[in-house]
C-alpha cells in the first residue's frame, strides 16, 4: 500500500472510531442547512423567492471554510503534522501525500450536499447545461476545501508568535462580534419602529430580492464563481461567462493547495516544541497560601490559569472583546433599545470560553481525584473564578448600557442577564467533565500554536442551555417592565440563576465522583471514548 492510501486509510479510521461530538453535531446541522438550501433552490426556480436570496445562502455557506477555523483557532487538524515528523521522505513529498485524504471530512459532504443545487438549478434546461452544473460544484468543492486548509495551516503558523496570536484573537473577536450582532442593521432598517411595539416593515430597494451591486459582488467573489458559472449555462450568454469561473475554481484551488502543501512541509520541517512553562517567573517573594479555604485556593488558582495558559488567555480575549465590538454595531441603528442585551451575549460568550476547562487541565486531574473531599471545593473555585472573571462584568455591562441608552426592555435585559450568568457559572463546569474535548496534556501545550481539542460541541450545546435559562425570565414576568416592576424581573433572574449555579454544581460533583477515574484515563490516553465506556 502507498503512502497516499496509508494516509487516507489513518484519516478513515479516525473518523469511524475517534470522537464523534462535534462532528455528529457539525453533520446534523449542516445536512439541515444544506436541505434548506436545496428548498430555496427549488422555490427560487418555481418562481416563489428570488435567486438572488440562493446567492447570498451559498456564498455564506462558502465563506464558513474562510471563516471557521477563525472562529475555532485552537482546534487540530485531524492528521496532526507532528505524528509524521521522523518518517523517512523529504517533507514536500510528505506533504504532497497527505493533501489526498484531506478531502475526507463531514464538511466536505455537507458542502457537497449544499453544491447539489447547483444541479438542481441547470436540470430544466437541458443536458449541457447539467454537466457544466457538475463540473461547476466539483470545482467550487475544490476551491473551498483548499480555501479552508490553508486557512486553518494559517492560523496554526499566525498562532506560533505572540503578535500572530493577536492578531486571530482580533480577527476571531471581529467574527464572533459580526455573527451575533452584523444582523441587527438590517433588521433595524427593515422594522426600525420594534422598539417602540410598531410592527410595519420598510420595502428594500428592490421588493423581495437583495440588492443588485451585492448580488453581483457575491457573484465575483470566489465563493460564488461556481453559480456564477451555472447562471451564464442557463442564460443565453456567451460560452466565455461559463468557461472563466470554472477556469477560475480549478487555478484558484490548485494554487491554495500548492499553498497548503508548502504550509505542511514547513510543519513537519519543525523540530518539535521545547516543553517550557507558557508562564512568567516571579522574581518576588514566595506567595502565602493565607486564609479562606480550598475554595478560596482554587479560585486564585483559576484566576491565574486563565491568564497564563495561552489557550485560556485566548479564549478570555474572545469573551471580553467580542461584547464590546458588539455595541457599535448596535449603538447608531433604530434598534439602540437593543444594546442592554450585549451583557447576556457577554454571559453566554464567557461560559462557551470556559466550557472546556477540565480537559485543558489535563492530567492535572490526578490532584484532584487523590485528595479526599476536595471535587466540590474545585468546583465551587472554578464558579468563584468564573463570576470574578465573566460574570460580574456581564452584569455591569448590561447595567452600563441600560443606563446609556434608556431602553424600555432594562428591566428584562437585567433578569436575562441574571439568568444567563448563573446558567453559564453552572453549565461551564458540567459541560466539561459531560463532554470534554481533549487534546494534548497541558504540560505539552507551550504556546497557542499547540493544538488543543475541538469543543466546538460543548460551545454550542452551552449555547442552548444558556439561551434556554435567559429566555425564562421574560416569559415569566412579561415582554416589558415598568419601574414598578423592575424587582419582580430581576428575581426572576436571581432565583432562575441561583438555581443553575447550586443544581449544576450538585451535578458536576456528582460526575466527577462518579466518573472522575475514567476521565483522568481519557486525559492520560487522549481517548474519550474511554469516557464513555465508564
Given at each position: 500500500m502507498n503512502r497516499r492510501a496509508?494516509?487516507?486509510?489513518?484519516?478513515?479510521?479516525?473518523?469511524?472510531?475517534?470522537?464523534?461530538?462535534?462532528?455528529?453535531?457539525?453533520?446534523?446541522?449542516?445536512?439541515?442547512?444544506?436541505?434548506?438550501?436545496?428548498?430555496?433552490?427549488?422555490?427560487?426556480?418555481?418562481?416563489?423567492?428570488?435567486?438572488?436570496?440562493?446567492?447570498?445562502?451559498?456564498?455564506?455557506?462558502?465563506?464558513?471554510?474562510?471563516?471557521?477555523?477563525?472562529?475555532?483557532?485552537?482546534?487540530?487538524?485531524?492528521?496532526?503534522?507532528?505524528w509524521f515528523r521522523t518518517l523517512p521522505g523529504h517533507p514536500a513529498r510528505m506533504a504532497r501525500e497527505m493533501a489526498a485524504s484531506e478531502a475526507l471530512s463531514v464538511g466536505t459532504l455537507v458542502t457537497a450536499a449544499v453544491l447539489s443545487s447547483l444541479v438542481v438549478i441547470a436540470a430544466p434546461h437541458g443536458p449541457v447545461?447539467?454537466?457544466?452544473?457538475?463540473?461547476?460544484?466539483?470545482?467550487?468543492?475544490?476551491?473551498?476545501?483548499?480555501?479552508?486548509?490553508?486557512?486553518?495551516?494559517?492560523?496554526?503558523?499566525?498562532?506560533?508568535?505572540?503578535?500572530?496570536?493577536?492578531?486571530?484573537?482580533?480577527?476571531?473577536?471581529?467574527?464572533?462580534?459580526?455573527?451575533?450582532?452584523?444582523?441587527?442593521?438590517?433588521?433595524?432598517?427593515?422594522?426600525?419602529?420594534?422598539?417602540?411595539?410598531?410592527?410595519?416593515?420598510v420595502a428594500p430597494p428592490v421588493?423581495?430580492?437583495?440588492?443588485?451591486?451585492?448580488?453581483?459582488?457575491?457573484?465575483?467573489?470566489?465563493?460564488?464563481?461556481?453559480?456564477?458559472?451555472?447562471?451564464?449555462?442557463?442564460?443565453?450568454?456567451?460560452?466565455?461567462?461559463?468557461?472563466?469561473?470554472?477556469?477560475?475554481?480549478?487555478?484558484?484551488?490548485?494554487?491554495?493547495?500548492?499553498?497548503?502543501?508548502?504550509?505542511?512541509?514547513?510543519?513537519?520541517?519543525?523540530?518539535?516544541?521545547?516543553?517550557?512553562?507558557?508562564?512568567?517567573?516571579?522574581?518576588?517573594?514566595?506567595?502565602?497560601?493565607?486564609?479562606?479555604?480550598?475554595?478560596?485556593?482554587?479560585?486564585?488558582?483559576?484566576?491565574?490559569?486563565?491568564?497564563?495558559?495561552?489557550?485560556?488567555r485566548l479564549g478570555l480575549v474572545h469573551a471580553w472583546a467580542t461584547p464590546l465590538l458588539m455595541i457599535p454595531l448596535v449603538a447608531p441603528t433604530d434598534w439602540s433599545w437593543a444594546l442592554p442585551f450585549i451583557g447576556v451575549m457577554a454571559a453566554v460568550l464567557g461560559g462557551m470560553a470556559a466550557v472546556n476547562t477540565y480537559a485543558l487541565d489535563g492530567t492535572a486531574l490526578w490532584q484532584l481525584l487523590t485528595t479526599p473531599g476536595s471535587v466540590r471545593a474545585d468546583v465551587r473555585g472554578r464558579q468563584a473564578a468564573w463570576l470574578a472573571l465573566f460574570g460580574v462584568p456581564a452584569l455591569v455591562l448590561t447595567g452600563l448600557l441600560a443606563q446609556a441608552s434608556g431602553s424600555p426592555f432594562a428591566a428584562q435585559a437585567g433578569g436575562m442577564a441574571l439568568a444567563a450568568t448563573g446558567t453559564a457559572c453552572g453549565g461551564a463546569p458540567?459541560?466539561?467533565?459531560?463532554?470534554?474535548?481533549?487534546?494534548?496534556?497541558?504540560?505539552?501545550?507551550?504556546?497557542?500554536?499547540?493544538?488543543?481539542?475541538?469543543?466546538?460541541?460543548?460551545?454550542?450545546?452551552?449555547?442552548?442551555?444558556?439561551a434556554t435559562g435567559a429566555a425564562l425570565p421574560p416569559i415569566a414576568t412579561g415582554l416589558t417592565a415598568t419601574a414598578a416592576e423592575w424587582p419582580a424581573a430581576l428575581a426572576a433572574g436571581a432565583v432562575l440563576g441561583g438555581a443553575a449555579v447550586l443544581g449544576l454544581q450538585a451535578l458536576t460533583v456528582r460526575r466527577l465522583d462518579g466518573t472522575g477515574r475514567a476521565l483522568l484515563a481519557a486525559m492520560a490516553s487522549r481517548d474519550v471514548t474511554r469516557l464513555r465506556r465508564s
Amino acid at each position: 500500500m502507498n503512502r497516499r492510501a496509508t494516509f487516507a486509510s489513518l484519516r478513515w479510521t479516525i473518523l469511524r472510531h475517534g470522537p464523534h461530538d462535534d462532528r455528529a453535531f457539525g453533520l446534523v446541522v449542516g445536512l439541515l442547512v444544506a436541505a434548506g438550501i436545496l428548498v430555496l433552490t427549488v422555490s427560487a426556480g418555481a418562481g416563489l423567492v428570488h435567486p438572488s436570496w440562493l446567492t447570498a445562502a451559498v456564498s455564506l455557506v462558502g465563506l464558513t471554510w474562510l471563516i471557521g477555523p477563525f472562529l475555532v483557532p485552537g482546534a487540530p487538524p485531524l492528521l496532526e503534522p507532528g505524528w509524521f515528523r521522523t518518517l523517512p521522505g523529504h517533507p514536500a513529498r510528505m506533504a504532497r501525500e497527505m493533501a489526498a485524504s484531506e478531502a475526507l471530512s463531514v464538511g466536505t459532504l455537507v458542502t457537497a450536499a449544499v453544491l447539489s443545487s447547483l444541479v438542481v438549478i441547470a436540470a430544466p434546461h437541458g443536458p449541457v447545461a447539467v454537466a457544466g452544473a457538475v463540473l461547476a460544484a466539483v470545482g467550487q468543492l475544490f476551491l473551498l476545501l483548499w480555501l479552508g486548509r490553508t486557512a486553518q495551516a494559517l492560523v496554526a503558523a499566525l498562532l506560533r508568535s505572540v503578535l500572530g496570536a493577536w492578531v486571530v484573537a482580533s480577527q476571531t473577536a471581529v467574527l464572533l462580534a459580526l455573527s451575533f450582532a452584523g444582523w441587527v442593521p438590517v433588521m433595524a432598517f427593515v422594522l426600525p419602529g420594534l422598539g417602540e411595539g410598531r410592527t410595519e416593515l420598510v420595502a428594500p430597494p428592490v421588493p423581495g430580492a437583495l440588492p443588485a451591486p451585492l448580488e453581483a459582488v457575491l457573484l465575483a467573489l470566489p465563493t460564488g464563481w461556481g453559480l456564477a458559472a451555472v447562471q451564464a449555462l442557463a442564460s443565453p450568454a456567451s460560452w466565455t461567462a461559463a468557461v472563466l469561473p470554472l477556469a477560475g475554481l480549478v487555478a484558484g484551488g490548485t494554487a491554495l493547495r500548492e499553498l497548503w502543501i508548502g504550509l505542511m512541509a514547513g510543519a513537519l520541517r519543525r523540530p518539535p516544541d521545547r516543553p517550557v512553562s507558557s508562564g512568567s517567573r516571579s522574581t518576588g517573594p514566595p506567595e502565602r497560601a493565607g486564609g479562606g479555604g480550598a475554595v478560596r485556593a482554587v479560585t486564585l488558582r483559576e484566576i491565574r490559569t486563565w491568564f497564563r495558559d495561552p489557550h485560556r488567555r485566548l479564549g478570555l480575549v474572545h469573551a471580553w472583546a467580542t461584547p464590546l465590538l458588539m455595541i457599535p454595531l448596535v449603538a447608531p441603528t433604530d434598534w439602540s433599545w437593543a444594546l442592554p442585551f450585549i451583557g447576556v451575549m457577554a454571559a453566554v460568550l464567557g461560559g462557551m470560553a470556559a466550557v472546556n476547562t477540565y480537559a485543558l487541565d489535563g492530567t492535572a486531574l490526578w490532584q484532584l481525584l487523590t485528595t479526599p473531599g476536595s471535587v466540590r471545593a474545585d468546583v465551587r473555585g472554578r464558579q468563584a473564578a468564573w463570576l470574578a472573571l465573566f460574570g460580574v462584568p456581564a452584569l455591569v455591562l448590561t447595567g452600563l448600557l441600560a443606563q446609556a441608552s434608556g431602553s424600555p426592555f432594562a428591566a428584562q435585559a437585567g433578569g436575562m442577564a441574571l439568568a444567563a450568568t448563573g446558567t453559564a457559572c453552572g453549565g461551564a463546569p458540567w459541560l466539561s467533565s459531560l463532554m470534554p474535548a481533549i487534546g494534548p496534556d497541558a504540560r505539552e501545550r507551550v504556546s497557542t500554536a499547540s493544538p488543543t481539542g475541538n469543543a466546538a460541541g460543548g460551545q454550542w450545546t452551552l449555547f442552548t442551555l444558556v439561551a434556554t435559562g435567559a429566555a425564562l425570565p421574560p416569559i415569566a414576568t412579561g415582554l416589558t417592565a415598568t419601574a414598578a416592576e423592575w424587582p419582580a424581573a430581576l428575581a426572576a433572574g436571581a432565583v432562575l440563576g441561583g438555581a443553575a449555579v447550586l443544581g449544576l454544581q450538585a451535578l458536576t460533583v456528582r460526575r466527577l465522583d462518579g466518573t472522575g477515574r475514567a476521565l483522568l484515563a481519557a486525559m492520560a490516553s487522549r481517548d474519550v471514548t474511554r469516557l464513555r465506556r465508564s
